[in-house]
Every structure is written in C-alpha cells, then in structure tokens.
C-alpha cells in the first residue's frame, strides 16, 4: 500500500491550475519572481502564498516553477504551520521565499530533507492539533485501513469510534475541518497519487487499487483536488515515477 507522510513537497512546472480544494494546508513557494492565485473570493499574490486547508484555490500565473509543500492539517506540524501562518489564505515574503528554496529542484520532489528545509525557514516547529481522543484513534485506523467499502460505512466506523453514526458525522467535521466521507475519498486519492509517482502502473490499475470505479473517475477527483489529472501531474514532474 502507497502512503504520503505527514509533509510532501512537489515540484510543479506548470503555471496555472483549475479551481480546486483538498484537505491538505500547503505552502506554494514561486523559485524566483511571483505567483499569484485566486483564494477564495481574494487574490493573492507574492512570492509564495499560504493556503489553508478545504480552501478553494486556483493557481492564476507563475513566473517560474513552484515548490509546493503539502501538510496534514491535524499533524503535529499542520498546527505548527498553521500557528505561524495563521488561518486565513497569506503571502509569503520574498526573503523567506529565498532561504526556503535555496537549491532546490525537480529532483527534490518527494525528499523528507527539503521539505524540512522550507519548514524551517517558514519558522514553523511542531504544535498540536485539539482532536477528541475517539477521532484521533479513527484516524490512526483509516491511515492503515484497506478503506473497503464495507469497512468505511458510516455505520462500522461509528461502532469502531464508540459513538452513533450522527454524534460521528459532527465530531469528525468539527475537529477535522473535514466531512468523514470527504476525508476518506482524500486518503483514496493520496493513495492514488503516492502510486503514481512509485510505480509505472497504468492509471487504470491505481484507481481500481485506490477505490475508485475506472481511471475517468480517478481524473475527475484529481482534477478537482489538484487542479489537474494524473497525467498532468505527471507532465508537471509534480510527481516522478520511480519505476
């Protein structure tokens, strides 16, 4: 089974997105001159821009490539990030920009070092996210959990928290950010994507291993999610196939 961590950088050649959100909180990080992106119902421009996590986004110009760091928004280092850039969509000054990608390139895409690199020089340390013990321990469970249909039913996963299907669909939005249902389609997705960028299965494959019902429908998430499918990603170098 193909895992992100709870940090990803990418490396994205491409300019311009589609509108899109996604659980995870992200730093987008120009490697010279700008980036300016439509953030919510806001423009943001600089040369980097904050964006929290479930926010509606989509990347408008580029000047060059950009370092783009994912986080889990209910990691130790998502409430850090989020402590140090607050809540709302941010630009990032062009000094930080600087030591953050300092050297930087494709080939680091993916390298648990260089996402340390641009979390340092963000100032960011390790916080803590207020989660109810039941969500967190469900967490831990879906991050390992083969996501199967049945296993995923409202109804088993609010027997495995302990509580009823209802107080489940509340406490999980509230210390989550995040719909259950929403959540698991983005493990499904962070799943897919990890495949993509370790093996040189074809995307059929990786959707039906992921949970999804063919590659169409694999694209259509991907597109929504990242503002662009799979083989744009791949065209992007956003994710490099190790095989």
């Known amino acids: ?52 996590s479930n926010v509606a986004h989509a990347i408008e110009r580029a000047e060059a490539p950009t370092v783009v760091l994912y986080v889990e928004p209910t990691s130790p280092i998502g409430a850090g990030l989020a402590s140090v850039l607050g809540e709302e969509p941010a630009s990032i000054a062009e000094d930080v920009r600087d030591v953050a990608v ?28 207020e989660i109810d013990a039941r969500v967190a321990r469900l967490l831990r469970w879906l991050e390992e959990s083969e996501l199967g249909k049945d296993e995923v039913a409202l109804g088993a996963l609010a027997a495995r928290a302990g509580v009823s299907p209802t107080r489940l669909t509340h406490l999980f939005t509230s210390d989550v950010g995040t719909p259950l ?18 093996t040189g299965d074809p995307i059929a494959s990786i959707a039906a291993r992921s949970g999804f019902a063919d590659a169409a429908h694999l694209s259509r998430t991907m597109r929504s999610t990242f503002g662009m499918t799979p083989t744009q990603l791949l065209r992007a170098k956003a994710i490099t196939p190790s095989a």
Not at 2 to 15: D, K, S, T, Y
Not at 182 to 195: G, I, S
């Open 1 to 52: 089974m193909h895992r992100w961590p709870e940090q990803l950088l990418v490396w994205n050649a491409v300019g311009a997105t589609a509108a899109h959100a996604h659980h995870a909180a992200h730093v987008v990080l120009a490697t010279r001159g700008h980036v300016g992106a439509k953030v919510g119902r806001a423009r943001v421009e600089g040369a980097g821009i904050w964006v929290p």
């Open 102 to 129: 300092s050297g930087l390139g494709a080939r680091d895409a993916g390298s648990p070092l260089a996402a340390t690199q641009v979390l340092e020089a963000l100032g960011v340390r390790e916080g803590r996210a």
């Open 181 to 198: 249902r929403r959540y698991v389609l983005w493990l499904r997705v962070r799943r897919a994507l990890a495949a993509l960028a370790s």
